[in-house]
């Protein structure tokens, strides 16, 4: 398994402004990834956060939007910008371990006034 | 594409009770996932399944693959108001590497 942080662990932001979500690792991992969860809904993937390169996105998601870096094995931030009421949500970051298992940080409750 | 049928969608029960749940398929999955997510956690895992028909327990929790390959279940014995929370399955995207599809959830919620 693995050990992960996200900071912040919620915010209440205005819309038109931006957040940057922190993910943090206690070992290198391979893989990361970005999640939002709608209230009351499953987790729906945002994209793979790739180290050294561009993350990749899943479709209905853009870099515009939600930019995201991977500057090393254990970090990675994803940032939700001109954000509306809508981008309310919590989001979640994962690492990819052996035998195709995840595991997930605590998460980031972001309210969107 | 590949999606995840999860039911029922939620759950009231009293304590003590056994619980039962299921995630199902149109397409073969060849691993298994099932999360619990706790109110205002992120999700954990709870087990992994690998082989079709296997049955594996994690205290009082037990999960099998379907021989199908297109099914899971996961059962809950004599449930605790702890037990309270979302319930995912998850399984691996075709092709995919590490990358998951979801479920929908199953909420369980205990009555003391």
């Known amino acids: 398994s693995a050990v992960i942080s996200q900071k912040p662990s919620r915010d209440i932001c205005q819309r038109g402004t931006s957040l940057t979500i922190q993910c943090q690792v206690d070992s290198q991992v391979t893989m990361m990834f970005w999640y939002r969860q709608q209230p009351g809904q499953s987790l729906t993937l945002i994209a793979t956060a790739n180290q050294g390169s561009e993350a990749t996105y899943e479709s209905g998601f853009v870099i515009d939007k939600f930019p995201i870096s991977r500057p090393n094995l254990t970090f990675s931030t994803l940032t939700v910008s001109n954000m509306s009421p809508e981008d309310s949500s919590i989001y979640l970051c994962?690492?990819?371990?052996?035998?195709?298992?995840?595991?997930f940080g605590p998460g980031t409750r972001l309210l969107v006034l | 594409g590949q999606q995840l049928n999860q039911s029922p969608q939620s759950m009231f029960i009293q304590e003590g009770e056994d619980v039962s749940m299921n995630c199902t398929s149109s397409?073969?999955?060849?691993?298994w996932l099932w999360y619990k997510q706790d109110p205002g956690e992120g999700p954990v895992l709870l087990i992994a399944l690998y082989k079709a028909g296997e049955l594996t327990s994690n205290g009082r929790l037990t999960a099998q693959f379907g021989i199908t390959r297109k099914d899971s279940f996961l059962n809950i014995s004599a449930s605790i108001p702890s037990d309270v929370g979302i319930y995912f399955c998850a399984g691996p995207r075709s092709n995919a590497g590490n990358m998951l599809t979801f479920g929908g959830g199953t909420r369980l919620m205990v009555k003391p």
């Open positions: 397409s073969i999955f060849n691993t």
């Open positions: 994962s690492v990819g371990l052996a035998q195709e298992t995840q595991y």
